[in-house]
């Protein structure tokens, strides 16, 4: 059941990608579809999907439409256009894992 409700969240998210050109409402419906589903199953929104969203008003986020990606420093800023929020995202985790893996080809 876990697996399916996991695949099920992946698939509306791949939707909610592939409609927010022509049809915006439907994706922010299929984030709260997934979100729905995560909750009931008490699942985690994948890493990959986590950042597509709003997590005030739970709009799907298409960076360059209705979200604006700014990088600053450490961390990357992501506004949500729809209600104003901005999320701020260290990615110290990102570049550590880079210097990891430059560390281990150099020494493999
Ligand atoms: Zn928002």
């Known amino acids: 059941m876990i697996e399916i409700a ?3 969240i992946e698939i ?3 939707r909610a990608s592939e409609d927010f050109s022509l049809h915006p409402e439907r994706s922010h419906r299929y984030v709260n579809m997934a979100r729905k ?5 008490n699942l985690k929104i994948p890493g990959t999907w986590k950042r597509r969203f709003c ?5 799907f986020l298409q960076p360059g ?3 604006k990606i700014r990088l600053s420093g450490s961390s990357v800023n ?8 901005a999320v701020k995202i260290p990615y110290i985790k ?5 210097r990891r893996r430059k ?6």
Not at 37 to 41: D, H, N, S, W
Not at 94 to 98: I, P, V
């Open 6 to 8: 996991e695949e099920r």
């Open 12 to 14: 509306l998210f791949n």
């Open 37 to 41: 589903i995560a909750k009931k199953y």
């Open 55 to 59: 997590k005030r008003c739970h709009h």
């Open 65 to 67: 439409s209705n979200c």
């Open 78 to 85: 992501i506004k949500c256009l729809e209600c104003g929020e």
């Open 94 to 98: 990102e570049k550590k894992e880079r």
């Open 103 to 108: 560390f281990e080809s150099n020494t493999f």
